[in-house]
């Protein structure tokens, strides 16, 4: 009896079993039909982008709905940026980091900036993309001035010069230096100490020091402005006594002698007290002569350049030159020459000869060293407008014309009034000369009558 019921049992088992078994199959076949339909991926997610630029500025590829990071990089001098995106979605709203979209400018800042852009419409699963813009940083680290409290540059500050003179007397023993650079980004150290924006004072021994000024740009680069310091040194001897106040002493001491003592205090004065004077300002002088022959070491012997025409000739303790050319030079060749063989010559920090002009108006420098000493020769090039030469080819002749007429009609004027003033002297002195011979001839006429 139970083994009856036990059968029964495994038998609506296994109908159940079967059942299902055959019930599979069915739901399996639905579910690979509908997989098998294509769909569009837009279909499935309408949260994308059918659209992405930087107005201008290529990215570092081609976009894609399915790519998801880009990248640029843009130069220092682009401080914003024109994003452009769009999506095929109407009920998509567009973020950029979290801020609803706009068309416009959007800032950057130097080195890395980041963009994410949200898509979404409520319904689909989010889509973000991202695009990084890298701003180059500023490689500017020029100087726009270079202030002092006591003497002045030589030459005269330019930025793309950076050896300097200064001269001061012996009682400055503090200089203030304050430069003052092209761009905020750049930092500045004087003698290695940075420079807070504030003035710096530096100490300055006697004779010879130098003050160095260090640019460095946004990114990295440096340049170095040099200040040759020459504070003067303190005098050893004392200025000589003057003759006048010698006399004045000695008078005051003798005020109560005898008239024996102011003649001999009279005759004692220009032998005690004139000629030492004379011998030790030729001295002095001979011993100023000297020191500055010495001091002029670092100098040019000659100075050409392949083309312009200069301000002035060349001279060697001149440092300073304006020269003129066509407007079509683009290049030309400067040639320095050194007064003595073992001096240095460096023209714009380099040994290149060749130099190319920009623009209407370029400024070149030549720096001549020698030990020590150092000197900065200045060419200041400017490219002259071209005019038409025929015009002034003949003023300049009717002109020449005019002023040689005019001068020989002063000649000849000359000429005329010389003759007639001689003419009218000879005819002046003729007639004084009968004249006076006559009267005498009469005198004794009359004598000789009257006796007989």
Request: hydrophobic letters at 30%; proline letters at 4%.
């Amino acid at each position: 009896m139970q083994k009856g019921k036990g059968a029964k049992i495994i038998l609506a088992a296994s109908l159940v079993s079967m059942g299902s078994f055959s019930y599979i199959p069915s739901t399996y076949a639905a579910t690979m039909d509908q997989t098998a339909v294509p769909t569009n991926s837009l279909e499935q997610n309408p949260n994308t982008l059918s659209g992405l630029e930087i107005v201008g500025v290529p990215l570092d590829q081609t976009f894609s709905p399915s790519l998801k990071e880009y990248s640029a990089t843009v130069e220092n001098n682009i401080p914003e940026i024109n994003l452009a995106i769009k999506s095929e979605n109407p009920e998509a709203s567009l973020t950029v980091n979290g801020q609803p979209f706009h068309d416009g400018l959007y800032t950057i800042h130097t080195r890395e900036n980041t963009f994410e852009i949200a898509v979404r419409d409520g319904s689909h699963s989010v889509n973000t993309y991202k695009l990084t813009v890298n701003r180059k940083q500023n490689n500017n680290n020029l100087l726009k001035n270079i202030k002092l409290s006591k003497g002045e540059l030589s030459p005269k500050f330019y930025s793309s010069i950076v050896d300097y003179s200064i001269k001061v007397d012996n009682e400055v023993k503090t200089l203030t230096v304050t430069p003052e650079s092209m761009k905020k980004t750049s930092s500045i150290q004087i003698n290695n100490k940075l420079f807070k924006g504030e003035r710096d004072t530096v100490s300055l021994p006697e004779g010879k020091s130098i003050i160095t000024i260090l640019v460095t740009a946004e990114n990295g680069e440096m340049k170095t402005y040099t200040l040759h310091v020459t504070r003067e040194r303190k005098q050893a001897s004392k200025p000589p006594v003057s003759p006048a106040r010698t006399v004045k002493a000695a008078n005051n001491s003798k005020a109560s002698g005898s008239n024996r003592g102011m003649n001999q205090i009279q005759k004692t004065i220009p032998t005690k007290s004139v000629t030492p004077v004379s011998t030790q300002n030729n001295r002095s002088t001979s011993q100023t002569q000297a020191t500055v022959q010495k001091i002029n070491k670092a100098t040019l012997s000659s100075l050409t350049v392949s083309t312009g025409t200069w301000n002035k000739d060349f001279i060697t303790d001149e440092y300073t030159y304006h020269l003129s050319v066509a407007s079509d030079v683009k290049s030309l060749t400067i040639k320095p020459t050194a007064k003595y063989s073992d001096s240095t010559v460096k023209i714009e920090g380099g040994s290149s000869q060749n130099i190319k002009l920009d623009g209407k108006k370029t400024i070149i420098s030549v720096v001549v060293s020698n030990g020590e000493d150092r000197k900065t020769y200045v060419l200041i090039f400017k490219k002259k407008v071209e005019k038409s030469t025929s015009s002034s080819t003949n003023n300049d002749t009717a002109d020449s014309t005019v002023s040689s007429e005019a001068s020989t009609q002063v000649t000849n004027s000359n000429n005329n009034l010389t003759t007639v003033q001689t003419s009218a002297w000879q005819g002046k002195g003729n007639h004084q000369s009968i004249s006076f011979w006559g009267r005498i001839t009469e005198s004794i006429s009359q004598f000789f009558s009257k006796l007989f």
